[in-house]
């Protein structure tokens, strides 16, 4: 890019180093006249312009009576005249509601199709994302006839490939034909929700899926979907969709031969204005994050086209409205009594605990649990865990059976749990985009939330720096008595040698089943049976 005479703002894994300087100008022009988000406001179902009423129904059912300020923005952009002319790039705070600011017009715009196949893809980066973002779309698309699929490998990849495909009915015999065998395979899905890894297991593999048919991609959670490679889904997805004539791309049929099979693409080279030689139907795109990337070189991966900039406020990061910040001082061997006097404070609120490592999670959970008298319920949640653990203790938050969530960065992004008052970290977020995604676990859809900050002293100075790159930088100190510290004393001594025991005997078992393992190579097995 400095040939080009720009500078730009590295990332550093994944996270803008920015400058401390409070306003930051985007390097890309489209980024510097943006459409201001926090221009509109809630709007109720009946002033919303060409909304199926079926989708007001499935809406109220779902308890809401207006549109948020971003789903209007986007709204206006993607339905009626001169409608998704363009490819969006949405910034807007955590809980303002993204989810169905892209949901509701692709549902809409997808209603009048007269055939099924696949025509919106959306990519989050992990299964429960995913499987939260399926639930927003199957909560108003059946309403408008659509079917809506997810591709996150939570079941077999036969069942999955079950739902999301209709086989032709002479398949059970013999037939050698491939075009004629991939014309009797029909999409069972409108819209597919996905994770990177088995959507690229469904394009290599699965006979007769395809995107040939595909209008809509949105990349949900995009800064994170671009630092990480995930096999390439992003160049294979975007190559496929394009127009492809053998005499331009003469390797695709050999690369992907059930994907493009006979079946030619819709898409035709665009001489529509505008188009720029690009296909016509053009793939609408919409990337969406609270912490969107700027990167010039990061947002030429998705070849946005014509792309509108839609964001909230004047400053780079906005925290919610109703979020208020806080620091808990204390030194760093006596911060478990701080967090569990901060938790007996908060008089059993849900509440989601926040540690720097898949380690310090469960070691931290544990911990907890030889508090006796907490009177509240806690459980960890980290990729340490297998994911069927990890959805269940998801389930058993959401339904408030426990109310104290010990969890690693897992959780950081986009998880929405209704009902979280409070966030602590207990271990300092090391870059503003994990505190604005930790802390946007709560204050969510206009609703009150705090978020309190563990530091010890020489942290301080280094976390102040870092909130000065959010609108709302205030962080008062919140006093946690010393009393109520020192009466937690005695039973943190007993805590902490139980907690002792535990790690030996855990680490015992765990060398234990490696050496049997090891031996048997009954490990490898199932490890490789699993992915
Ligand atoms: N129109 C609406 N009225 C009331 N509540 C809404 C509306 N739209 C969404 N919500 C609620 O707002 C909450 C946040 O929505 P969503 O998860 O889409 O936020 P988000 O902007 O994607 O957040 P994040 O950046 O953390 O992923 C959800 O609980 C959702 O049910």
């Known amino acids: 890019m400095s040939s080009l005479g720009f500078m730009v703002h590295l990332e550093r894994e994944g996270e803008m180093e920015e400058s401390t300087a409070k306003k930051s100008v985007p390097v890309l022009p489209w980024m510097r006249s943006p459409v201001d988000i926090t221009q509109f406001e809630d709007c109720p179902f009946d002033l919303i312009p060409c909304l199926d009423p079926r989708l007001k129904v499935a809406l109220q059912k779902l308890g809401f009576s207006s549109l948020l300020p971003v789903q209007i923005a986007v709204w206006q952009e993607t339905i009626g005249p001169g409608a998704f002319e363009r490819d969006l790039c949405i910034n807007s705070p955590t809980g303002s509601g993204k989810t169905l600011a892209y949901a509701l017009?692709?549902?809409?715009?997808?209603?009048?199709?007269?055939?099924?196949?696949?025509?919106?893809?959306?990519?989050?980066?992990?299964?429960?994302?995913?499987?939260?973002?399926?639930?927003?779309?199957?909560a108003i698309a059946p309403a408008v006839g659509l079917s809506v699929g997810l591709a996150v490998g939570q079941s077999s990849i036969s069942h999955e490939i079950s739902e999301l495909i209709k086989r032709p009915k002479f398949e059970a015999g013999i037939c050698y034909d491939r075009e004629y065998l991939m014309q009797g395979f029909e999409s069972s899905v409108d819209i597919l929700v996905a994770t990177p890894g088995r959507l690229m297991d469904h394009i290599t593999t699965t006979k007769g899926f395809t995107?040939?048919?595909?209008?809509?991609?949105?990349?949900?959670?995009?800064?994170?979907?671009?630092?990480?490679?995930?096999?390439?889904?992003?160049?294979?997805?975007?190559?496929?969709?394009?127009?492809?004539?053998?005499?331009?791309?003469?390797?695709?049929?050999?690369?992907?031969?059930?994907?493009?099979?006979?079946?030619?693409?819709?898409?035709?080279?665009?001489?529509?204005?505008?188009?720029?030689?690009?296909?016509?139907?053009?793939?609408?795109?919409?990337?969406?994050?609270?912490?969107?990337?700027?990167?010039?070189?990061?947002?030429?991966?998705?070849?946005?086209?014509?792309?509108?900039?839609?964001?909230?406020?004047?400053?780079?990061y906005q925290l919610p409205e109703k979020l208020e910040s806080y620091r808990v001082i204390c030194e760093s061997k006596l911060k478990p009594l701080y967090l569990v006097a901060l938790l007996q404070n908060l008089g059993g609120e849900k509440c989601i605990v926040f540690t720097s490592s898949v380690e310090s999670t469960h070691r931290l959970c544990t911990l907890l649990n030889f508090f006796g008298d907490l009177k509240v319920k806690i459980k960890e949640y980290s990729g340490l865990q297998r994911q069927s653990v990890r959805s269940k203790t998801l389930k058993v938050f959401r339904e408030g059976e426990i109310q104290v969530l010990v969890s690693s960065d897992a959780m950081t992004r986009g998880m929405d749990v209704e009902g979280v008052r409070n966030v602590i970290n207990y271990d300092r977020p090391p870059f503003i985009k994990t505190y604005i995604h930790r802390a946007g676990r709560t204050a969510r859809a206009g609703q009150a939330g705090r978020c309190f900050t563990l530091l010890h002293r020489d942290e301080v100075k280094r976390f102040r720096k870092l909130l000065q790159k959010v609108d709302n930088d205030s962080c008062p100190v919140y006093t946690v008595p010393s009393s109520s510290v020192e009466s937690l004393h005695s039973i943190y001594v007993s805590a902490l040698e139980k907690l002792k025991e535990t790690v030996e005997s855990e680490t015992s078992r765990k060398h234990k089943i490696g050496f049997k393992s090891s031996r048997t190579g009954r490990g490898k097995e199932k490890n490789s049976a699993k992915e």
């Not at 692709?106 to 499987?131: E, F, G, H, W, Y």
């Not at 800064?223 to 003469?250: A, F, G, N």
């Open 105 to 138: 017009p692709i549902v809409q715009r997808l209603s009048t199709r007269a055939i099924k196949c696949l025509r919106a893809l959306i990519v989050l980066p992990t299964r429960d994302l995913a499987v939260q973002v399926k639930e927003v779309f199957a």
């Open 211 to 316: 995107l040939e048919h595909l209008c809509y991609l949105v990349v949900d959670e995009t800064d994170r979907m671009l630092r990480e490679e995930y096999q390439s889904w992003l160049p294979t997805v975007l190559k496929m969709t394009r127009y492809h004539d053998e005499s331009i791309m003469p390797h695709v049929n050999s690369f992907f031969p059930y994907v493009f099979g006979p079946l030619k693409t819709i898409r035709r080279c665009g001489v529509e204005r505008g188009f720029k030689g690009k296909c016509y139907p053009r793939l609408v795109k919409m990337v969406l994050s609270a912490t969107l990337t700027r990167d010039p070189s990061k947002l030429a991966q998705l070849d946005l086209h014509h792309p509108l900039f839609l964001t909230s406020g004047k400053r780079r």
